[in-house]
Nanobody, 124 residues
Framework: QVQLVESGGGLVQAGGSLRLSCAASGRTFSSYAMGWFRQAPGKERDFVAAITWSGSRTYYADSVKGRFTISRDNAKNTAYLQMNGLKPEDTAIYYC?????????????????WGQGTQVTVSS
């Protein structure tokens, strides 16, 4: 079992930055691939970014490529999502997720554990 807790969300103006954190507890964090997803009001949950267990490879949705960076610190059992150049359309609840499967994953069913989410609101 892995417990995930997101933090770092908030209200920011367009063009600003936020860094989300995902703290993991329970089983060995370094054995899980991690991902970030988001869900805007009235919309389905969308993939944002993924990282392998070692951190050697990453993958991004086209909508955030070049603006967001996913990373992890296995010594701290924490994954991060650095978000720069935020736009109003980035407004959503952001969720981190952990997958026991090797590689990079962009679909929800590939993940075994989910956090409770953190709200990100970008004003225009």
């Amino acid at each position: 079992q892995v417990q995930l807790v997101e933090s770092g969300g908030g209200l920011v103006q367009a063009g600003g930055s936020l860094r989300l954190s995902c703290a993991a507890s329970g089983r060995t964090f370094s054995s899980y691939a991690m991902g970030w997803f988001r869900q805007a009001p009235g919309k389905e949950r969308d993939f944002v970014a993924a990282i392998t267990w070692s951190g050697s490879r990453t993958y991004y949705a086209d909508s955030v490529k070049g603006r967001f960076t996913i990373s992890r610190d296995n010594a701290k059992n924490t994954a991060y999502l650095q978000m720069n150049g935020l736009k109003p359309e980035d407004t959503a609840i952001y969720y981190c997720a952990a997958s026991s499967r090797a590689g990079l994953h962009s679909t929800g069913p590939s993940y075994d554990y989910w956090g409770q989410g953190t709200q990100v609101t970008v004003s225009s």
